[in-house]
């Protein structure tokens, strides 16, 4: 009996020293601050134990996704990173830590892979100018100077833009060609806000009459009479 208990103890010391190897799975998200999926990130996704270490890189796809597995034990230490695209600023974090799971259970069920999302904000922000006139139609619309958009028959116009939050920009409607529109050559400046947003610029022309020319009075001169 002495012999079979310390060959129980052997066994049990021997299984529970081996580590159990399964499968495991990330999915790393990256957004910006609206939410949108941001693609072309770069995820660094790789474990904690310097021993052992298996960096991973993938850059995120269309949807802002990199999915990411591999190979070890249950409560692993892990720890994933990100590099936003060029010029674009990180949010949140950029290096995140957790515990590895398993993509299935015992019973073999499938699991749902751990989610990680990280917030990257662009340099610039894309809007859409709507334009509404009334009064007048077929105008020209310039945007800090450059022709951009011309009013419809129903005096609307709308095109993209994108700048910098905070970015001062001028907008501007060409009256030259009918100078009968008060007021002339009608100007707004506008500060981009810091989400996409649409930019409407209103404006009501009133017209003037053209100077009326004046007739000369046609006098007939009188034939001289003989005396």
Same mark, same amino acid.
């Given at each position: 009996?002495?012999y079979?208990?310390?060959?129980?103890?052997?066994?049990?010391v021997?299984?529970?020293?081996?580590?159990?190897?399964?499968?495991?799975?990330?999915?790393?998200?990256?957004?910006?601050?609206?939410?949108?999926?941001?693609s072309?990130?770069?995820?660094?996704?790789?474990? /904690?134990?310097? *021993?052992?270490?298996?960096?991973k890189?993938?850059? @995120? $796809?269309?949807? &802002?996704? =990199?999915? !990411?597995?591999?190979?070890?034990?249950?409560?692993?230490?892990?720890?994933?990173?990100?590099?936003?695209?060029?010029?674009?600023?990180?949010?949140?974090?950029?290096?995140?830590?957790?515990?590895?799971?398993?993509?299935?259970?015992?019973?073999?069920?499938?699991?749902?892979?751990?989610?990680?999302?990280?917030?990257?904000?662009?340099?610039?922000?894309?809007?859409?100018?709507?334009?509404?006139?009334?009064?007048?139609?077929? /105008?020209?619309? *310039?945007?800090?100077?450059?022709?951009?958009?011309? @009013? $419809?028959?129903? &005096?609307? =116009?709308? !095109?993209?833009?994108?700048?910098?939050?905070?970015?001062l920009?001028?907008?501007?409607?060409?009256?030259?060609?009918?100078?009968?529109?008060?007021?002339?050559?009608?100007?707004?400046?506008?500060?981009?806000?810091?989400?996409?947003?649409?930019?409407?610029?209103?404006?009501?022309?009133?017209?003037?009459?053209?100077?009326?020319?004046?007739?000369?009075?046609?006098r007939?001169?009188?034939?001289?009479?003989?005396?």
């Amino acid at each position: 009996m002495k012999y079979i208990g310390v060959f129980l103890i052997i066994l049990l010391v021997g299984c529970t020293s081996k580590p159990v190897y399964r499968e495991f799975a990330v999915d790393v998200n990256v957004v910006d601050d609206e939410q949108i999926p941001v693609s072309s990130a770069i995820v660094t996704f790789s474990t /904690l134990d310097s *021993k052992k270490p298996f960096p991973k890189k993938q850059r @995120t $796809d269309k949807n &802002g996704t =990199a999915h !990411f597995s591999f190979w070890g034990t249950k409560g692993e230490s892990l720890k994933a990173s990100v590099q936003c695209p060029n010029r674009w600023t990180p949010a949140s974090d950029t290096l995140v830590e957790l515990r590895s799971r398993a993509l299935t259970t015992i019973d073999g069920k499938k699991i749902k892979p751990e989610q990680i999302t990280f917030v990257c904000i662009p340099p610039q922000k894309k809007h859409v100018v709507v334009v509404q006139t009334r009064g007048a139609h077929r /105008l020209t619309v *310039k945007y800090n100077g450059k022709s951009a958009a011309m @009013t $419809d028959a129903q &005096g609307i =116009a709308q !095109f993209a833009i994108q700048g910098a939050p905070g970015q001062l920009i001028q907008l501007a409607l060409d009256t030259s060609s009918q100078p009968h529109l008060r007021p002339q050559m009608p100007v707004r400046q506008l500060t981009l806000p810091a989400k996409r947003r649409f930019l409407i610029f209103e404006q009501t022309f009133s017209t003037v009459s053209p100077p009326k020319k004046r007739r000369r009075n046609s006098r007939r001169v009188g034939v001289p009479k003989r005396l």
